[in-house]
């Protein structure tokens, strides 16, 4: 049976590579959709409070598994949870996407309308104000919940090592632990994209939002169609 | 300028947007899945090329290594994604050394170690639990591969259910 400290180092590495290869493609349109709407302003901050608040989600729910020391009884807990983010993640970049080139009265009608308005202003003037970098955080803990494959094979070998806890207090340690490295290993293949399209070394953007808010909503749809069939 | 006018002008301007904005998730809602019916799916890069080579839902599969047959069952069917999973391997032919073990994964995408550790439970038969997961972009198929320390490799091909 493996160490745990060798299990710290596979779950790392396994992240690193995951990064690099399925997180890239699957929450890439993600990280490139928030850096496009923060218009090369507060990369790392924003982007290291989105993976902070990832990170802890992923801990949490391998503290979870710990403590359960079954993947398949917490899963089917949160199933619901999971598909309600990815609905609002896309619902989150499609507004994102309205708000950044102010098509439609949008940007306008929140400007005038948001810290007054009814709750649907308040909702969108919220949902547009993401540039602030503090509310990245718990989108993080939010669309950590998002379903994503390589996850869910992390959280089986942590509820694995949960079976083998001594007590409940040991499982929900070792999970929370054990998920957080692999989180924290996925971080430098999601901040390279996000680097990547923060689009500061563009000195012409214009053409490049339009364009980019177009790609925002049509992922963001596909988002929403993946959430609907989940 | 007449005020009523402007009046009537700024309210349509505040309203307008607002039933707007309250039908656009409502009919997103309604027609997307209309648009994109569970089954046709998107399909993923690669997707087309990767064939199935065993029908798991319909019984147990084979496959053969030198000396040895490899027969890979896996109960309950039909075989179900995010369900406990009971993995049954027989063997038939010069027995191994040490024990047999199955990777799961997708042929198409990298989703990280998910190892199905057996043990003997009678000559020659091995048996262990596992999980295999569902892929959000909506691929099916996965791939158990079966090891046998010192023997080779065979590969399943197969799609499991959502």
Redesign the interface.
């Given at each position: 049976m493996l160490s745990i400290d060798a299990l710290y180092l596979i779950f790392f590495t396994t992240g690193f590579t995951v990064g690099f290869g399925h997180c890239i493609g699957m929450c890439g349109p993600l990280v490139v959709s928030f850096s496009l709407n923060l218009k090369g302003e507060n990369i790392f901050i924003s982007h290291g409070l989105y993976n902070a608040g990832r990170i802890l989600t992923y801990a949490v729910l391998g503290g979870l598994m710990g403590i359960a020391g079954s993947f398949t009884v917490v899963s089917a807990r949160i199933a619901g949870l999971q598909q309600a983010a990815l609905i609002v993640a896309g619902m989150l970049i499609i507004v994102m996407g309205l708000a950044m080139i102010e098509w439609l009265p949008f940007g306008k009608y929140v400007k005038r309308e948001g810290k007054t308005g009814g709750i649907l202003a308040r909702g969108f003037y919220k949902l547009s104000a993401v540039r602030s970098p503090y509310a990245f955080f718990p989108i993080g803990l939010l669309l950590g919940l998002l379903p994503c494959g390589p996850v869910y094979t992390a959280l089986i070998a942590t509820a694995g090592a949960g079976i083998e806890a001594p007590n409940a207090l040991y499982g929900f340690l070792s999970g929370a632990g054990l998920m957080a490295v692999f989180g924290l290993g996925t971080v430098p293949a999601l901040l390279l994209a996000a680097k990547l399209a923060g689009l500061g070394w563009l000195t012409s953007r214009r053409l490049i939002y339009r364009i980019g808010s177009v790609l925002m909503i049509l992922v963001g749809v596909f988002y929403v169609i993946r959430g609907i069939r989940y | 300028m007449d005020p009523i006018k402007t009046d009537r002008a700024l309210r349509n301007?505040?309203v307008?947007?607002?039933i707007?904005?309250?039908f656009l998730?409502v009919l997103?809602?309604l027609l997307?899945?209309r648009?994109?019916p569970?089954g046709v799916g998107?399909p993923a890069a690669g997707a087309a090329e990767i064939m199935t080579d065993c029908s798991i839902h319909a019984g147990s599969c084979s496959r053969r290594l030198p000396g040895i047959e490899i027969t890979l069952d896996i109960a309950p069917k039909p075989v179900r994604a995010?369900?406990?999973l009971l993995f049954r391997i027989s063997l038939a032919g010069e027995a191994p050394d040490r024990t047999p073990y199955i990777d799961l994964g997708?042929p198409a995408?990298?989703?990280?170690?998910?190892r199905v550790i057996l043990k003997k439970t009678s000559r020659n038969v091995y048996e262990g639990k596992?999980?295999i997961?569902?892929?959000?972009?909506?691929r099916r198929t996965w791939q158990a591969t079966v090891t046998i320390p010192g023997r080779g490799k065979a590969d399943f091909v197969f799609d499991v259910v959502y």
């Open positions: - | 301007r505040t307008i947007p607002r707007f904005y309250f998730p997103m809602l997307l899945p648009m994109f569970p998107i995010m369900r406990d997708m995408m990298k989703m990280g170690p998910n596992g999980v997961v569902r892929c959000p972009s909506g």
